[in-house]
């Protein structure tokens, strides 16, 4: 099965131990059942007038740009999805992942490649003639329905007698703690449960596939932090495939089985989050998921020892005092601290090194209070931290 | 702040074009309930002898209907092509797409002497005889607009993942008209309509020239405004034009001002 990136490990590096191997639900499943979702080389071009507005969106994003006035979105992704997978794309905008969403639900057409839904070739077929149903980034209610009527259209579409309906309708609006609510238009609803009753909507219908397009994009923070637990739960309880859309490198990290991070219409790794977090196979997955931290050229042959790109994660650092010994396993630099960043429960200290780059460092306030911390601007620090913990970037 | 006299001057200003508007159809309205026949101020007292006499006045009721009918064939016109053109415009794209608006747009800018003069010479050589299907085709060349604004500005509101939901729920193009495209865009239709019969019901200038022997309710004021023993009956016509511009107008205001939230994303 081709995992992107899984090849790009240097061998020469040590093995991050502690790291939970991450059963692929693909792998589990015998041969004989094809993943919910299979991408065969999938291209999307935008051309013409649309290509052209596309492109003014995508050029502030970096995006790739192909022949004249054809903007290709996304670039030749292969990609499989395991059944039951909680699944997200990760990515800035403009890197293809809504994009690929949408091809996946139908609403736009690959340019080339194929889409398969569990092993069926569905590429050439319409949205309403495929078992996925999609949450909207706007929600997408019909304003003048209420909201039983919404949750029911996909029911009453499939002409599902009235009785059944009203009892899956009831079920799924009491999964998402709507239960009550049928009479109310939707913009009578708060943006917490506007989106609730969009996910009520998608799930009645029993997809085989559910997508989310950036679902809680609208809500304030606290919201977004409880409704990232209840879709969690959601999509256990119910064990539907969902393949979720996001910029928020945090709320990836923590729902999902598998995530793909995106940057200009391509796949740069696809992995668990513990190894996308802890083993990043580019220098834009290092970024784009955590804080960078690289190391390169001189700077890595100095301070590692070896020739290439490295990254360390900015709690594996500590800082000491600038003649703290460092132990035979350990990286060393010494630097100063260029500017301190308090965060409540911890401190974030960017420090310039004197070999020539510059690393974060995030330290748990354990005992410092903000007063020490923000005194440590200016310091000259020691940065020590295990040599397993650099890691070496492919790209 | 502004001190209180130029406050003032303001709102005396703001009254004075308000009653500049307003007042003499105020008169109008007072001498159709007036009880004698001249126009004189104050009047006579309060009578329906002209409302009566307008009631069995065969010219004036011919004219009253003739208006009628011409205002809802503009406007069932309007309503067919305005949608059409509005629907292509924003959910399709082709060669020319650009060019739509303005060619539709462009007849309410024409003088309406220029599209009299040109229809009527047209209709002279394609050999069409002028008459109420004439003033019709002649009204909807400048009523299709008033469709088209107001369906292609609620199309422009209306989120275009309100037709891929429906269609991602299993609707296929059609139910997902009938469910979800119709529905949002009907109060639009509607009050397009009603803006289109009411500019189609006090047309004089393209009437005149495409009307052949008809006469309209506009066009039937105009000729009796002259002659000295109609002007009693004028008033209430006019009244009667008053009414059935105003309350159109009206409907159409209420319908576009419709209540927020079209795709329910924001709060």
Redesign the interface.
């Known amino acids: 099965m081709p995992i992107l990136g899984s090849g790009r490990r240097d061998p020469h590096e040590e093995r991050v131990a502690t790291l939970t191997p991450q059963a692929r639900p693909s792998d589990r499943a015998d041969a004989a059942s094809p993943p919910a979702v299979e991408l065969r080389h999938v291209v999307k071009r935008f051309e013409g007038d649309v290509g052209r507005r596309v492109a003014r969106s995508v050029d502030a994003a970096g995006g790739a740009r192909g022949a004249a006035d054809a903007v290709v979105a996304v670039a030749g992704i292969d990609l499989e999805i395991g059944d039951g997978e909680f699944f997200s794309m990760l990515g800035p905008s403009g890197s293809g992942k809504t994009t690929t969403l949408r091809m996946i639900a139908g609403f736009e057409q690959p340019s080339e490649g194929r889409i398969l839904l569990h092993g069926e070739d569905v590429t050439e077929r319409p949205p309403f003639d495929r078992d996925v149903n999609t949450v909207f980034q706007d929600y997408a209610l019909f304003p003048h329905m209420t909201v039983g009527d919404n949750v029911a259209y996909g029911l009453m579409i499939r002409k599902v007698p009235k009785p059944e309906r009203e009892r899956r309708v009831g079920d799924a609006l009491a999964m998402v703690r709507l239960s009550g609510y049928e009479r109310r238009k939707p913009g009578q609803l708060s943006g917490g449960q506007r989106q609730r009753v969009a996910l009520a909507r998608a799930l009645v219908n029993r997809p085989s596939v559910l997508l989310l397009d950036e679902p809680l994009g609208a809500l304030d923070l606290k919201l977004r932090e409880e409704m990232q637990i209840e879709l969690k739960a959601i999509q256990q309880e119910v064990g539907i495939t969902f393949i979720y859309v996001t910029h928020d490198q945090e709320e990836a990290l923590t729902m999902s089985d598998r995530l793909a991070v995106f940057s200009q219409g391509r796949i740069e790794q696809v992995g668990s989050p513990a190894e996308v977090y802890e083993r990043p196979a580019t220098p834009f997955v290092a970024g784009f998921v955590g804080t960078s931290n690289l190391l390169g050229g001189a700077v890595a042959e100095t301070i590692v020892g070896r020739a290439g790109t490295f990254t360390v994660r900015p709690e594996k650092i500590r800082m000491g005092e600038p003649d703290a010994p460092a132990g035979d396993d350990e990286s060393s630099a010494l630097g100063v601290v260029r500017t301190v960043v308090y965060l409540g429960p911890d401190t974030r200290y960017i420090v310039a090194l004197d070999a020539g780059a510059e690393l974060v460092v995030t330290e748990q306030n354990l005992s410092t209070s903000s007063m020490e911390a923000l005194a440590a601007q200016g310091r000259r620090v020691r940065l020590t931290w295990k040599r397993q913990h650099n890691f070496a970037i492919g790209g | 702040m502004r001190s209180g006299g130029a406050r003032w001057g303001l709102r005396l200003a703001t009254l004075a074009v308000l009653g500049f508007i307003y007042i003499p159809l105020a008169v109008v309205i007072v001498y159709a309930f007036n009880a004698s026949g001249t126009v004189s101020w104050p009047p006579a007292g309060f009578s329906l002898r002209w409302v009566q006499a307008a009631l069995e006045n065969s010219g004036l009721q011919d004219a009253f209907k003739t208006s009628i009918v011409i205002g809802i064939g503009a406007a069932a016109i309007a309503v067919i092509l305005g949608s059409l053109a509005a629907f292509a415009v924003a959910r399709y794209?082709f060669f020319g797409r650009e060019a739509i608006s303005f060619v539709v747009v462009f007849p309410i800018a024409l003088p309406g002497i220029v599209t009299g003069m040109a229809l009527s010479t047209t209709f002279a050589t394609v050999d069409l005889p002028l008459g109420i299907l004439s003033i019709i085709v002649g009204h909807a060349t400048f009523c299709v607009v008033l469709v088209y604004n107001n369906v292609i500005a609620r199309l422009r509101r209306t989120?275009r993942?309100?037709e891929?939901?429906?269609?991602?729920?299993?609707?296929?193009t059609w139910?997902t008209f009938r469910?979800?495209t119709l529905?949002?865009v009907r109060s639009a239709v509607l009050a397009g309509a009603l803006l289109a019969f009411a500019l189609s019901f006090d047309e004089v200038i393209v009437t005149i020239f495409t009307a052949g022997g008809v006469t309209t309710l506009p066009i039937w004021i105009f000729r009796s405004f002259r002659l000295a023993n109609q002007v009693a009956l004028v008033n209430v016509a006019g009244l009667a034009a008053i009414l059935l511009s105003v309350i159109p107008v009206y409907i159409a205001s209420r319908l576009t001002q419709d209540?927020?939230?079209?795709?329910?994303?924001?709060?």
């Open positions: 794209r989120s993942s309100l891929e939901a429906s269609s991602d729920l299993g609707a296929d139910q469910h979800v529905p949002a209540t927020g939230g079209v795709t329910g994303a924001k709060t």
